[in-house]
């Protein structure tokens, strides 16, 4: 069945990390409507989706360090936040299923260390990122942090890899700005003087300069959803998990062939109208 890419290496991961394996039910539309914090559980939160009933959606986050890729995914999860920053040593895997436009789908979301690099084949997938699932994700969710842009440097070489060395063509890539909360704002306050006031409505100015460039860069000429967020407050998670099952899901329907399966190293990416793809 071509709809969703088989769980092949999922049996083959078992023992080898630490699987997370928490399996909730989420309707996208339901819950971005506000509806309610409780969620259907759709089986016990001890096991793992059968790997010969169930296809699976693999979503990859990706980012510099201490972006929040962690806390995005505990919060969609888990409904959970901590201040508290662990960077992240080992990969963890977790298993939500997701109901978008009356479709069901079980999702793996990986959360991977920081990696310096993107795998260019398989030799360096196997030999520095084994098991991680890096190049036959199904799509992609690469955070920067809002209130320090310079992170944004890291995702832009990352995707450049990416398109270097994959064929990007029907895999999306959701790019999102997380920490949306420490963003600044130049309001006064009766503590800042004139001086002051004018410095922070001038790196304010700066900041909101240099977002501008980012959105226009990922949505005109990467052709990438865009999301903001802030994982702390939980505001806006659910829309980035929804952006991005909408571009999963019009993939399927538009039947768009993904293969769990690196491709041939000489395909590289191409441009596609209407997906993330090549600049
Ligand atoms: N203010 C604020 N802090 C956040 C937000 N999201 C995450 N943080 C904090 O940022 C720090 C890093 O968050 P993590 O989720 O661990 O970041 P990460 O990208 O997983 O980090 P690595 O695993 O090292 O790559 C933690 O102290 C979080 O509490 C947010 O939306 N707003
Ligand atoms: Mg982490």
Redesign the pocket.
Known sequence: MNRLDKIKDDKHNKGNCNNQNKILELDLDYLERGGGGTLAVGGSPSVEPSPDSLDLVKVVLL?A???????IIQQFVWSD????????DRKHTFYPSVIINEHLYEVKIT?V??IPYFPINSYYEWAHYRFYGLRNATAYIL?FDLSNVETFQYIRTLRDQMVESRDMRNVPVLVVG?????LCSAAPTAASGLQQLAMAESACGDSREKRRNIVNLVRKHWKCGYVEC???YNWRVIAVFKELMEMIDALECTGGVRSAEPPPESSTGQANENRCAVA
Request: a negative charge; proline letters at 11%.
């Open positions: 980012g360090p201490a972006v929040g890729k962690t806390s936040f901590s201040e508290e920053y662990v960077p992240t959360d260390p920081v955070v997380n920490k949306q909360d420490l802030s994982a702390k």
